[in-house]
């Protein structure tokens, strides 16, 4: 221990006078931050940069956030699973056909005739993960911001790894966005 006291004191103190880069190497030499001590930081940082602030932010809200996530589902998709066969006495959407939690094998099971017809129809397979890239890029294509898309998807860094992956716009869109704003 050092004339400053322990790690974790000298971050208290760092967290009350406010002054970041005091509180960023405190908070380095700590195995794990509580919540508490992490929302403030989130603070100390909102002051003295709030971009930075919001991605610390989303990362600690999916580190402490409830496993369950809302998302938002386009009214046509909505009523399909309205049409869904429901068991009434289980909790999922999705289940096996006694009702249980889908696991990797019992999903697979119910992919394989929708798989079959689109290799029918394009001569090509499709993977189950594929539609989750699709929706990414026809919501960023649709103008939503990274961070938004990041949010849907489950992602947790503020919209860093959807900028990567889906990031790079399709040509003709972008070259018919820059006419509009050219026109204007």
């Not at 290799?119 to 294509?141: K, P």
Request: glycine share 8%; aromatic share 6%; hydrophobic share 40%.
């Amino acid at each position: 221990m050092t004339s400053g006291g322990s790690a974790y004191v000298r971050f208290k103190r760092a967290l009350e006078i406010g002054n970041e880069l005091l509180v960023l190497p405190a908070a380095q030499e700590l195995p794990r931050i509580a919540l508490d001590d992490a929302l403030g930081m989130c603070l100390v940082l909102r002051d003295s940069d709030p971009d930075r602030n919001q991605r610390a932010a989303v990362r600690w809200l999916g580190r402490f956030a409830p496993p369950e996530r809302i998302i938002v589902l386009p009214p046509l998709v909505l009523q399909a699973l309205s049409m869904l066969a429901r068991r009434t006495d289980s909790p999922y959407v999705f289940h096996t056909p006694r009702g249980r939690r889908l696991v990797r094998g019992s999903l697979y099971y119910l992919w394989r005739p929708v798989s079959a017809a689109w290799r029918a129809e394009t001569g090509r397979d499709l993977d189950l993960h594929e539609l989750r890239h699709a929706c990414a890029t026809l919501l960023l294509e649709r103008g939503l911001s990274s961070a938004d898309v990041a949010l849907q998807l489950g992602h947790t860094d503020g919209g860093r790894l959807v900028q990567t992956l889906y990031g790079h716009p399709d040509e003709r869109l972008a070259r018919d966005r820059v006419k509009m704003v050219v026109r204007s």
